[in-house]
């Protein structure tokens, strides 16, 4: 009986330093793995918060593990910056009830064209799944108001552009469609999680001033038409 008791006495002072492993030792581990900045961390492994990441800001963090025993997500975040707020559940290979608004003249990117434009980008995602920088499966949406906000500023607006996310081959896969004023725009966005993109445009308008802004953002006319067709990288 003394026995037991004092196993289930040390059993209770490991799950003890356990919940109570400072989150700081864990971050730091993070820091070595993938080469990150200092980060600052406070709380524990359980629920704890990172200080001040790069266009992240500051996130907080919980891990449930009656979750992770049942087979659901473990892990829940948050984060909050000037540019972005996202948040949502995770595990080492899979997102679920992700939402994520951002600002699109502070997101990072290395597309000057974007700088000082106005208007949100807002994605949510159901569910998505990778292995191994493989996009499995996709349920989500994605819209962006950013043609609508920048009128003053081009004498030309555009419509809202929305759509689904999905996967196809690997890559992440998008279609977004905007209707109004006689103006239709399509995009498809494809992007692979090793970092690569692709983008196809094509804008429908009569309106005269587009003539004047579209071009500057490397459209080419064709027949009636306005298309962009690139790729690059985007991480």
Same mark, same amino acid.
Request: no cysteine; hydrophobic share 45%; net charge positive.
């Given at each position: 009986m003394n026995k037991l008791y004092i196993l289930f006495a040390f059993l209770g002072c490991i799950l003890a330093l356990v919940l109570h492993v400072p989150l700081a030792w864990f971050s730091n581990g993070v820091i070595q793995k993938y080469s990150f900045? *200092? +980060?600052d961390a406070s709380g524990t492994l359980w629920e704890g918060h990172l200080w001040n990441l790069q266009d992240l800001g500051n996130v907080h963090? *919980?891990?449930?593990? *009656? $979750?992770y025993l049942e087979n659901k997500l473990p892990i829940s975040f948050k984060t909050i910056s000037s540019s972005?707020? +996202?948040s949502g559940d995770a595990s080492q290979t899979q997102f679920k009830n992700i939402n994520f608004i951002g600002q699109m003249s502070k997101l990072p990117s290395r597309d000057g064209r974007l700088q000082d434009l106005k208007g949100q980008v807002e994605i949510n995602f159901d569910e998505f799944f990778w292995e191994e920088q493989v996009c499995i499966s996709s349920k989500g949406d994605f819209s962006t108001n950013f043609l609508m906000k920048n009128a003053l500023k081009w004498n030309w607006a555009g419509p809202l552009l929305s759509g689904q996310i999905t996967c196809d081959n690997g890559e992440?896969? /998008?279609r977004l469609i905007g209707e109004e004023d006689n103006q239709t725009i399509t995009a498809d966005i494809r992007l692979?999680? $090793?970092? $690569?993109? /692709?983008? *196809?445009?094509?804008?429908?308008?009569?309106?005269p001033y587009a003539d004047l802004v579209l071009p500057l953002f490397g459209f080419e006319k064709v027949d009636s038409d306005y298309r962009l067709s690139e790729q690059g990288t985007w991480l």
């Open positions: 900045e *200092k +980060i963090i *919980k891990l449930d593990i *009656k $979750n972005m707020i +996202i992440i896969v /998008s692979s999680l $090793n970092g $690569n993109y /692709s983008l *196809k445009v094509r804008v429908e308008t009569l309106d």
